[in-house]
């Protein structure tokens, strides 16, 4: 069974508009730690957001917010006034175990999201 | 600066020769890890190292091999036993510390073409 699911091959959104990536994710650990990175066209990976599955509130880093709804095991990245420099692949991630997330652990990565921001 | 680096960018191969990638990171990082990616396929784990002198297995370990000698270091190579080799491949490294993320570090990645 996938770990990681990610059901949007391709999404298109209007600058300055707010865009939802969705995530699903299997385990059967209690703890895990949820992570979003970034793929340019360059190739590299950057990192984006982090929610550990004890954290009682929703992640935010500047733009990014990270809609996590336990119950359904989701953990939507949601981009809010998309600019021309957000269109990349988007993967969703995770790692299990440890004490709140914090090991070396492996990670289980999504096959990802194409996402093109449009003038 | 610190940080990850993976040579070449770039890399040919014959079909049948065996291939090392490297990956250098001066990050003091505990953890490395080598990546596989296809198109559509997302990142599959090949190898990965928690500490030096000491490797698990990934999804996909068939046909590659890792040494880790130095903590730096986590050279991966392609084997003429791998069937389908020509892909993107990434290096990444994390800390071992709390509290979290303790996020992976990723390299520029090397693409492999076999002819």
């Known amino acids: 069974a996938q770990k990681i699911t990610q059901t949007q091959p391709g999404m298109f959104v209007q600058e300055k508009e707010a865009v939802t990536l969705d995530c699903t994710y299997d385990?059967?650990?209690?703890?895990?730690?949820l992570f979003w990175y970034k793929q340019p066209s360059s190739g590299e990976m950057i990192f984006l957001i982090y929610q550990g599955s004890y954290d009682q509130q929703n992640a935010t880093e500047g733009r990014y917010s990270l809609n996590f709804q336990k119950a359904r095991k989701s953990a939507n990245l949601v981009i809010s006034a998309s600019q021309l420099g957000d269109s990349a692949m988007y993967f969703c991630a995770m790692r299990e175990g440890g004490y709140r997330g914090s090991t070396l652990g492996r990670l289980y990565f999504g096959r990802g999201t194409q996402l093109t921001v449009w003038p | 600066d610190g940080g990850i680096t993976q040579s070449p960018k770039y890399l040919f191969r014959k079909e049948g020769q065996n291939v090392t990638l490297s990956c250098e990171q001066n990050l003091n990082h505990d953890a490395m890890y080598w990546y596989r990616q296809d198109p559509g396929q997302g990142l599959r784990l090949i190898y990965y190292s928690q500490i030096v002198n000491d490797f698990q297995k990934g999804d996909i370990a068939e046909g590659y091999s890792v040494s880790r000698e130095k903590k730096e270091s986590f050279p991966l190579t392609v084997t003429s036993a791998q069937k389908n080799p020509t892909a993107f491949y990434l290096c990444?490294?994390?800390?071992?510390?709390?509290?979290?993320?303790?996020?992976?570090?990723f390299g520029p990645g090397t693409r492999l073409t076999v002819l």
């Open positions: 385990t059967s650990d209690p703890s895990y730690g």
């Open positions: 990444a490294s994390s800390i071992s510390r709390t509290p979290p993320p303790n996020e992976q570090f």
